[in-house]
């Protein structure tokens, strides 16, 4: 079955340390992106990545960071950079023809104390 | 900015009709998508518009006017398990595929 996959459903973390969070998909996407969810607010897209080793800062990328060294793969870092870590973190990607609806993973839900 | 508005809250009755609003701003416009997301899951896509008109699926069609920066949702025969999360997100022009979300409409569907 195609789709995208997210570990873990659930992450918890100390303040100050880093965590990577898995995003893996076999649709044969090239773009892939990571958007961050809290409670009352839209989707807010922190990277994206059009192409394998290539990646750009959406509109909330302070205190992560990114990388794509394989088409399947784009993990995000949440570092201890980021003020307010805890979120429910959603990776998504989209084939490149029209509509270029964007397909969603399972999601990740980060708690850091 | 490209601010898009939409109800944070509704109810209806299960087997009714439910018409669930979005507006945006019309400058670089190139899309507007409607996803479905229950709590603690990840969005599912439920429709795309990018011309002027009603696109249908099932009980789910979904409407734009583009001059007017509005669109809409409509959920016909209501059942319980449509109780979710609605998200607008609309496309702009700009180089890549990126999407702008509303904060999403709260649907819940009672007997």
Same mark, same amino acid.
């Given at each position: 079955?195609?789709?995208?996959?997210?570990?873990?459903?659930?992450?918890?973390?100390?303040?100050?340390?880093?965590?990577?969070?898995?995003?893996?998909?076999?649709?044969?996407?090239?773009?892939?992106?990571?958007?961050?969810?809290?409670?009352?607010?839209?989707?807010?897209?922190?990277?994206?990545?059009?192409?394998?080793?290539?990646?750009?800062?959406?509109?909330?990328?302070?205190?992560?960071?990114?990388?794509?060294?394989?088409?399947?793969?784009?993990?995000?870092?949440?570092?201890?950079?980021?003020?307010?870590?805890?979120?429910?973190?959603?990776?998504?990607?989209?084939?490149?023809?029209?509509?270029?609806?964007?397909?969603?993973?399972?999601?990740?839900?980060?708690?850091?104390? | 900015?490209?601010?898009?508005?939409?109800?944070? =809250?509704? &109810?209806?009755?299960?087997?009714?009709?439910?018409?669930?609003?979005? &507006?945006?701003?019309?400058?670089?416009?190139?899309?507007?998508?409607?996803?479905?997301?229950?709590?603690? =899951?990840?969005? &599912? #896509?439920?429709?795309?518009?990018?011309?002027?008109?009603?696109? =249908?699926?099932?009980?789910?069609?979904? #409407?734009?006017?583009?001059?007017?920066?509005?669109?809409?949702?409509?959920?016909? =025969?209501?059942?319980?398990?449509?109780?979710?999360?609605?998200?607008?997100?609309?496309?702009?022009?700009?180089?890549?595929?990126?999407?702008?979300?509303?904060?999403? &409409?709260?649907?819940?569907?009672?007997?």
């Amino acid at each position: 079955d195609g789709g995208i996959t997210q570990s873990p459903k659930y992450l918890f973390r100390k303040e100050g340390q880093n965590v990577t969070l898995s995003c893996e998909q076999n649709l044969n996407h090239d773009a892939m992106y990571w958007y961050r969810q809290d409670p009352g607010q839209g989707l807010r897209l922190i990277y994206y990545s059009q192409i394998v080793n290539d990646f750009q800062k959406g509109d909330i990328a302070e205190g992560y960071s990114v990388s794509r060294e394989k088409k399947e793969s784009f993990p995000l870092t949440v570092t201890s950079a980021q003020k307010n870590p805890t979120a429910f973190y959603l990776c998504a990607s989209s084939p490149g023809q029209e509509p270029y609806e964007q397909y969603f993973g399972p999601g990740t839900r980060l708690t850091v104390t | 900015g490209q601010n898009i508005d939409q109800p944070t =809250e509704m &109810t209806a009755t299960e087997g009714a009709i439910v018409q669930i609003n979005c &507006t945006y701003q019309t400058s670089g416009f190139n899309g507007l998508f409607w996803y479905q997301q229950h709590a603690g =899951e990840a969005p &599912t #896509f439920l429709s795309y518009n990018v011309l002027d008109g009603l696109e =249908e699926k099932g009980r789910f069609s979904s #409407f734009l006017s583009r001059s007017k920066g509005y669109s809409y949702l409509l959920l016909k =025969e209501l059942q319980m398990k449509d109780s979710a999360s609605y998200l607008c997100a609309v496309r702009f022009s700009g180089g890549y595929n990126k999407l702008i979300f509303g904060a999403g &409409t709260r649907l819940a569907v009672h007997p």
